[in-house]
């Protein structure tokens, strides 16, 4: 039976997923689908990966709500003008915009002969991880897309405070993102719309794996987390559901750990 908990016949509620065909954007679009959100995904493939995407997509659909992606890149300003302008054809209202975007450097900062990092690898990560958040807030407010009472989603990792190698550009993408996060919570209230960060624990994705050392980071938290496994996507998709719905409407600003206890050990 199709859900109606985010919408019933007279609604118009929608989740905006920045990063939504894998990892933890996905399994939110797919939580947030089974619980009645219509659901327009943005993400940025090659051809050669749409086919086991199309079919996550169409499983999303399958649950009875609305869908619509754009294969563009988000964090392209002439490309976000064109999906808001579509999007307000479409007379969307965005209830949730997810913020998933994973489009960093990991160079190290020392290295004797591979590349290490520049500036320019700071700035693209940066903008791309952090900034574009706010770039896409801004843009629906001013289009007149959110919905009177919405939520800003956006996910960070302990990375935002500790050190890792060849995890400098994305770290200090991660604190921004937090910082940028509060200051929408601060700057955005009064119209209705309030941001919280997920962070979430070691979470076996792609985006870890592309990480240097990646398979000692696992190991390491499979020993450390009190659950003794790694974090899910469905365990954040599951946060994230609960911080749209109105019980949680009280809840700004916050930095919220999902790992499994992960932070005590």
């Known amino acids: 039976m199709k859900s109606t908990e985010f919408n019933s016949e007279s609604d ?37 990966q749409m086919k086991e995407i199309d079919l996550s997509f ?31 054809e479409k007379e969307i209202k965005v209830k949730v915009l997810v913020h998933s975007i994973a489009k ?17 690898d700071f700035a693209l990560t940066i903008n791309a991880m952090a900034i574009s958040l ?22 960070t ?5 500790r050190a890792w190698s060849n995890y400098a550009a994305v770290s200090a993408a991660k604190a921004s993102l937090e910082a940028i996060t509060r200051s929408i919570a601060l700057e955005f209230a009064p119209k209705g719309i309030r941001a919280n960060c997920i962070q979430a624990g070691v979470t076996d994705t792609i985006s870890l794996r592309m990480i240097p050392g990646s398979e000692k980071l ?8 009190p659950f003794k496994r790694l974090t899910q996507p469905e365990d954040v998709a599951n ?15 916050s930095i919220i750990k999902v790992n499994g206890g992960e932070h005590i050990n």
């Not at 399958?62 to 754009?70: A, D, M, N, P």
């Not at 960093?104 to 320019?120: C, I, Y």
């Not at 696992?218 to 987390?225: A, G, M, Q």
């Not at 946060?239 to 600003?253: D, F, P, Q, T, V």
């Open 58 to 88: 169409k499983k999303i659909a399958e649950t009875g709500i609305q869908f619509v992606s754009y294969n563009i890149d988000a964090t392209n300003a002439e490309k976000r003008s064109d999906v808001l302008k579509d999007l307000c």
């Open 157 to 161: 990792s302990e990375g935002s405070q």
């Open 12 to 48: 118009n509620n929608w989740a905006l997923i920045l990063g939504g065909s894998s990892g933890l954007g996905l399994a939110t679009a797919m939580k947030l689908a089974k619980h009645g959100m219509h659901i327009a995904i943005i993400h940025r493939n090659a051809r050669n």
């Open 104 to 120: 960093g450097n990991l160079k190290p900062m020392l290295a004797n002969e591979n590349p290490t990092l520049a500036n320019d």
């Open 134 to 155: 706010y770039d896409w807030v801004k843009q629906l407010y001013v289009s007149n897309l959110f919905h009177d009472e919405s939520s800003v989603l956006s996910f």
């Open 218 to 225: 696992i190991e390491h938290t499979k020993i450390r987390n």
């Open 239 to 253: 946060a994230a559901y609960l911080l749209c719905k109105k019980e949680a409407s009280w809840i700004n600003g």
